[in-house]
């Protein structure tokens, strides 16, 4: 089980769309609709913004999007905002009742 | 308003079992649509998942902690807890309890404890 593929880094400016992507394999993203994505802010805990691909929870702003092609996932946030600055982390089930997270992605709001 | 709230040492010495406990306040630790699960974050590094489980079931693991973690439900206390066997400075972390939907398969976790920084050293 290895852990999900993402950049290490992406920016935009307010205003902004920026994407991130989340590459996994044929075994986790490519077969099951069960990505998540994670919001966290410095010294916080992670808050889910993106469930079952592209479903947001109750009070996330529709400015954050959720799709997948394939193997590779992506969150799209749009109209950035300076306080989307964070790290973004992917989650996928990954067989056998196991689930797998992505390395992290640092969004700077420049 | 669901509340998660991890306690336990702050320190363990290598070769030993880190043991901590997770509080939930606020709904059921008994529900039908929800797993229990711990994650960890080693300092600046990425989440990493140890483990879930539920009421009445099977723990599940991380392939690469599962002979060494533990993670059990009492739920008379409204309590998830987690052992650690074994531990190294790579165990060296931030640890995060956490609920876990599992409607058809455990996936996402919508609800975060704050965490509990485990430091492993003698």
């Known amino acids: 089980q290895s852990a999900l593929t993402q950049p290490r880094s992406v920016s935009g400016s307010p205003g902004q769309s920026v994407a991130i992507s989340c590459t996994g394999t044929s075994s986790d993203v490519g077969v099951y609709n069960f990505v998540s994505w994670y919001q966290q802010h410095p010294g916080k805990a992670p808050k889910l913004m993106i469930y079952d691909v592209t479903k947001r929870p109750s009070g996330v702003p529709d400015r954050f999007s959720g799709s997948k092609s394939g193997n590779t996932a992506s969150l799209t946030i749009s109209g950035l905002q300076a306080d989307d600055e964070a790290d973004y982390y992917c989650?996928?089930?990954?067989?056998?009742?196991?689930?797998?997270f992505g390395g992290g992605t640092k969004l700077t709001v420049l | 308003q669901l509340q998660l709230q991890e306690s336990g040492p702050g320190l363990v010495k290598p070769s030993e079992t880190l043991s901590l406990t997770c509080i939930v306040s606020g709904d059921s630790i008994s529900s039908d649509y929800y797993y229990w699960g711990w994650i960890r974050q080693s300092p600046g590094k990425g989440l990493e998942w140890i483990g879930s489980i539920y009421d009445g079931g099977s723990a599940f693991y991380n392939p690469s902690l599962k002979s060494r973690a533990t993670v059990s439900l009492d739920t008379s206390k409204m309590q998830l807890s987690l052992k650690l066997s074994s531990v190294t400075a790579a165990d060296t972390a931030l640890y995060y309890c956490?609920?876990?939907?599992?409607?058809?398969?455990?996936?996402?976790?919508?609800?975060w404890g704050q965490g509990r920084l485990v430091t492993v050293s003698s």
């Open positions: 956490a609920r876990q939907g599992w409607r058809p398969v455990p996936k996402d976790f919508d609800n």
């Open positions: 989650c996928s089930y990954a067989d056998t009742n196991t689930v797998v």
